[in-house]
């Protein structure tokens, strides 16, 4: 009989996991809510929540150009490096200004979508001291599947600010996140054709392991339920043989010709009487 207080344990340790993920996945929900569309959209929406994988992590590149290094943070929908509303923030690892400059804020987002990649764009950062016109700073990151990891390492690719506007910095990321679910080739029947070999091989192997150490059964006794299966054999060919087969088992009488000897002693008989005496 199974001990109460053991089921028990088992039924509280499953609630536990389930409050656990459920908490999780509410949190997450509620994190790439915090992300503000620059237009509204429900295709943006479903593009947000596949990065739920990405929430409450911050993502450090750095990058050294000659005698400057920078170093990068960015966050999903969340404070990057502790800055409020900065999803994407650089910072000065060399220079007097320890401030960071803000890239990309998370309360202008916009999310585009393909099959195995995501492009998150953050706009609204620090303007331009003197180049693309002075206009407001912006984040593309590109965020690509890649099955092989969980999250990847955060890359800065560049920064496009040679122009008189629409600059921006690119930053690459792998995740295994974006990808998309891999249909299964298999048809129904395939899958159960798989499912009863399995259960045949795991039947007979247990079942011989059995017969052979806890039985003791020798020779062809060790297969499982061996009295069964060849009572069934016989009978399978016993069928087989009655529906297959043409012939009658009882056999028709053989033809038998007329006998004439006992007619010809018979009709001499007759004619004695017709003798003279």
């Keep these: 009989?199974?001990?109460?207080?053991?089921?028990?344990?088992?039924?509280?340790?499953?609630?536990?996991?389930?409050?656990?993920?459920?908490?999780?996945?509410?949190?997450?929900?509620?994190?790439?809510?915090?992300?503000?569309?620059?237009?509204?959209?429900?295709?943006?929406?479903?593009?947000?929540?596949?990065?739920?994988?990405?929430?409450?992590?911050?993502?450090?590149?750095?990058?050294k150009n000659g005698d400057d290094s920078y170093t990068y943070t960015f966050q999903l929908c969340g404070d990057a490096g502790g800055v409020p509303g900065a999803g994407v923030i650089q910072v000065n690892n060399k220079g007097k200004e320890t401030k960071p400059k803000v890239?990309?804020?998370?309360?202008?987002?916009?999310?585009?979508?393909?099959?195995d990649w995501i492009m998150l764009i953050y706009r609204n950062g620090d303007t331009y001291d003197g180049h693309c016109s002075k206009?407001?700073?912006?984040?593309?990151?590109?965020?690509?599947?890649?099955?092989?990891?969980?999250?990847?390492?955060?890359?800065?690719?560049?920064?496009d600010r040679e122009r008189e506007q629409d600059c921006f910095y690119l930053f690459e990321l792998d995740c295994s996140g974006v990808c998309p679910v891999i249909q299964s080739q298999l048809s129904t029947g395939s899958i159960i054709l798989i499912i009863g070999f399995s259960l045949l091989i795991l039947y007979l192997i247990g079942g011989f392991l059995y017969q052979r150490f806890v039985v003791g059964a020798k020779g062809m006794e060790q297969f499982p339920n061996y009295a069964f299966w060849v009572e069934v054999g016989n009978l399978s060919a016993d069928g087989c043989d009655f529906v297959c087969r043409s012939r009658n088992r009882e056999g028709a009488p053989e033809y038998r010709g007329v006998v004439t000897e006992p007619l010809e002693e018979e009709q001499d008989e007759r004619d004695d009487h017709l003798l003279p005496m």
Excluded: P
């Design 135 to 159: 206009e407001k700073r912006k984040a593309i990151i590109m965020i690509s599947c890649n099955r092989d990891i969980d999250v990847g390492s955060l890359e800065v690719v560049l920064e």
């Design 103 to 115: 890239i990309g804020m998370y309360n202008s987002t916009q999310a585009i979508g393909g099959s």
């Design 1 to 63: 009989m199974i001990n109460k207080h053991y089921v028990d344990s088992i039924w509280l340790w499953t609630l536990a996991i389930q409050l656990v993920l459920c908490g999780r996945g509410v949190y997450t929900a509620n994190v790439t809510k915090n992300c503000k569309l620059f237009s509204k959209s429900d295709s943006e929406l479903k593009v947000l929540n596949r990065l739920e994988s990405l929430a409450n992590k911050n993502f450090t590149a750095e990058v």
